[in-house]
């Protein structure tokens, strides 16, 4: 049994009654540890998950902890028991998961001539993203900012903020 440090009040996140008993021998958790089978961003809102909960709630946590459970292709899909979930279980790990906000591209890069390899954010923008350059790198194939070729999603071709 590892004790895994808190990060916040615990909280399982399950519907396997199985995997609810591996969590708390595994984890070290108290027995009357609060189990939620459906939870949302405000259930788990600075709390430390144990369990699988999809990316877009977890990032609410303060953390999340699972047991990666390595099953046999001809038993995925099926109800393990506390047997079998003990056989394949690895060690618990723990993630602090973080949203960050993805900017879509206002350029289309089928549109830029064949030596615009990619197009990276300018920086300058809302959206904080860093340095942007074109194709190679050499100094033509860069440009700077509001020279009327920006193609940050939160800038206009004159540098102007979009809001």
């Known amino acids: ?19 609810v008993e591996l ?11 609060e189990i939620m089978e459906h939870a949302q961003a405000d259930d788990v809102r600075g709390r430390h998950i144990f369990g699988q ?3 877009h709630i977890a990032c ?7 047991i990666p459970l390595r099953v ?9 028991a506390a047997e079998q979930l003990l056989q394949y279980a690895g060690e618990p790990e723990t993630y602090v998961i973080t949203r960050v906000p993805t900017v ?12 615009f390899a990619a197009v990276q954010h300018c920086g300058l923008g809302k959206c904080g993203c860093g340095p942007r350059s074109y194709g190679s790198g050499d100094e033509e194939s860069s ?4 020279t009327g070729d920006c193609y940050c999603e939160c800038f206009d071709c004159s ?5």
């Open 1 to 19: 049994m590892s004790k895994i440090k808190l990060r916040g009040r615990p909280l399982i996140c399950t519907r396997h009654k199985a995997f």
């Open 23 to 33: 969590l708390i021998s595994t984890c070290g958790l108290p027995s009357e540890t």
């Open 53 to 55: 909960a999809p990316l």
């Open 60 to 66: 609410h946590a303060a953390a999340q902890t699972v």
């Open 72 to 80: 046999p292709f001809e038993l995925r899909g099926t109800e393990l």
């Open 104 to 115: 879509a591209m206002s350029y289309s890069l089928a549109f830029a001539p064949a030596s």
């Open 143 to 146: 440009t700077a900012h509001g």
């Open 159 to 163: 540098g102007e903020v979009q809001s």
